[in-house]
């Protein structure tokens, strides 16, 4: 039995924050019923049930914990029996917010054993101007509270380039997540996606030109290499065990399968979607994205990743030895310093991270 990877996307959130381009949307108590039966229906005539045990589970949004620990508990329940997921074994992770009135114990007793919060600041002008519902304060409640209740993988998400950010309010979240000694952060910069209420009003916000975000990113290295913290990912560090499993299966280019409006999947070679739209899901309206898995994507996800690329590993993959063209341009990369080749394969350095998007396309040219 081939394991894989298992997402589920529960798209309500109680409001829509002003940077964000995930699919969610308001929702009542009868939409996330619906919506549940949907998920757990589907869950169990997929044609893939059955033929696959995931490895790991993942509720994403959206703000997952928002239909409650007793529906959570359904859907887990729905996965262990069409799909073998072993919650002693398994990373099962829920994304919450601070703030929101959650079941820990329910979720721990449900199978749950990796919280993800969505912090993104604790510096209580930057909460504000990004929308947020809660402060800090609500926040380290919710670690505390979840922690006493059982859990002992925590995330946290904070943002960089947030408009008005210095590398000093950086800092106090930074301190903030790692004086609360959670088991993994994870640092995305903010991006001004198209159909935002910040792209309407991005020429209002006073946003970090790139060599500012490039000094804030040196900043939340730095400082997460002194509290002990590994860098295992351009955007993630965790203390040593504690890294995604979920998200490695991603940039390790593994299978996975995602359910629920918006949601991504890469099976048996092949990527496919449902369109952000709740009623497109219910209706089996599948979108085909073409193959996946090929060398040049294999190369630029591992690239994300500080283990780098493996020759043994891509080996293993492709049943060919990494070929030539690759390890030609990389020993002109390192004299540049952006690539580091090690024994069996190469990576990113730190310089390299910065500037990741330009220094895979020249390794994939
Ligand atoms: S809570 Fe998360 S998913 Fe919901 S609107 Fe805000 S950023 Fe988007």
């Known amino acids: 039995m081939k394991d894989i990877g298992f997402y589920i996307h529960i798209p309500f959130c109680d409001s829509k924050c002003p940077y964000c381009d995930f699919y969610s949307r308001k929702g009542t108590e009868q939409m996330y019923e619906e919506y549940t039966e949907q998920l757990i229906g589907k869950i169990h005539d997929s044609k893939y049930a059955g033929k696959y045990a995931a490895k790991t589970l ?66 209580e002008s930057e909460l504000e101007l990004l929308g947020r519902r809660h402060s800090s304060i609500d926040a380290e409640k919710c670690v505390d509270k979840a922690r006493s209740e059982g859990f002992d993988n925590i995330s946290l998400d904070i943002m960089t380039a947030v408009p008005g950010q210095t590398e000093e309010s950086l800092k106090q ?41 490039a000094t804030l990113y040196e900043c939340l290295c730095t400082e997460m290499k002194k509290a002990g913290y590994r860098h295992y990912e351009i955007s993630n560090f965790c203390r040593p065990g504690y890294e995604s499993r979920h998200n490695l299966l991603y940039w390790r280019d593994e299978e996975y399968l995602g359910l629920g409006a918006s949601a991504h999947s890469f099976l048996e070679g092949k990527r496919f979607y449902y369109p952000r739209s709740m009623q497109d899901f219910y209706d089996d309206n599948i979108i085909d994205d073409g193959t996946g898995g090929d060398e040049d994507e294999y190369i630029m996800l591992a690239l994300r990743l500080a283990e780098g690329v493996s020759y043994d590993r891509f080996e293993e993959r492709f049943g060919y030895k990494l070929p030539e063209k690759y390890i030609k341009r990389c020993v002109q990369l390192e004299k540049n310093g952006y690539i580091k080749i090690m024994d069996g394969g190469f990576s990113l350095t730190e310089k390299g991270f910065l500037v990741s998007n330009a220094v895979i396309a020249y390794l994939l040219s």
């Open 58 to 123: 993942y509720f994403g949004g959206g703000t997952p914990g928002i239909i409650g620990a007793q529906r959570i508990g359904r859907i887990i329940s729905a996965v262990k029996e069409s799909f073998f997921l072993d919650t002693d074994k398994s990373e099962v992770t829920v994304e919450l917010n601070p703030g929101l009135n959650t079941d820990y114990y329910k979720l721990r007793e449900n199978g749950v054993n990796r919280i993800s919060f969505g912090l993104q600041s604790a510096v």
């Open 173 to 213: 979240s930074i301190r903030f997540c790692t004086d609360l000694k959670v088991q993994h952060i994870s640092a995305y910069i903010l991006k001004i996606e198209p159909g935002t209420v910040f792209y309407k009003k991005r020429a209002e916000l006073s946003l970090p030109e790139d060599d500012e975000t």
